[in-house]
């Protein structure tokens, strides 16, 4: 439910206090907002699974965002388009972690515990 209060506030705030960034740094914000939207996603998964460590986020978001802004001015000097790499890295985390949470959301809570009644099972009859 916070998840949802933070979101709806952020878009909200978005909407009423426009941000414009130079041409220049478009490619940067960019890429910048998309480590963050794979962190939200990766917080939000390990939330539903009881795993989540504010500090273990906070150095996740940073520091992807971090690099990714990184590989992306590295690009630019070079002249290659380096920032592909944290594009495709990225997304793939975001779809991996969009399909976990879609799983966590929709296995009912019986469906787990026959899935790890029989896993329990299983490791009985392989120990025997």
Not at 8 to 37: D, Q
Not at 73 to 95: K, Q
Request: proline share 4%; charged share 20%; no cysteine.
């Amino acid at each position: 439910m916070l998840e949802l209060i933070g979101l709806t506030a952020g878009l909200l705030l978005g909407f009423l206090i426009p941000l414009h960034f130079p041409a220049g740094m478009t490619l940067y914000v960019g890429v910048g907002l998309l480590a963050a939207l794979d962190s939200a996603l990766g917080g939000f998964r390990s939330r539903l699974k009881g795993e989540f460590h504010l500090p273990i986020f906070l150095s996740g978001t940073i520091g992807n965002a971090a690099i990714a802004v990184f590989l992306t001015w590295l690009g630019n000097r070079m002249g290659i388009p380096i920032y592909l790499a944290a594009v495709v890295v990225f997304g793939t985390r975001m779809f991996q972690n969009f399909a976990e949470i879609r799983r966590e959301l929709l296995t009912s809570k019986p469906k787990k515990d026959k899935i790890k009644q029989d896993i329990e099972n299983t490791g009985e009859f392989d120990t025997k």
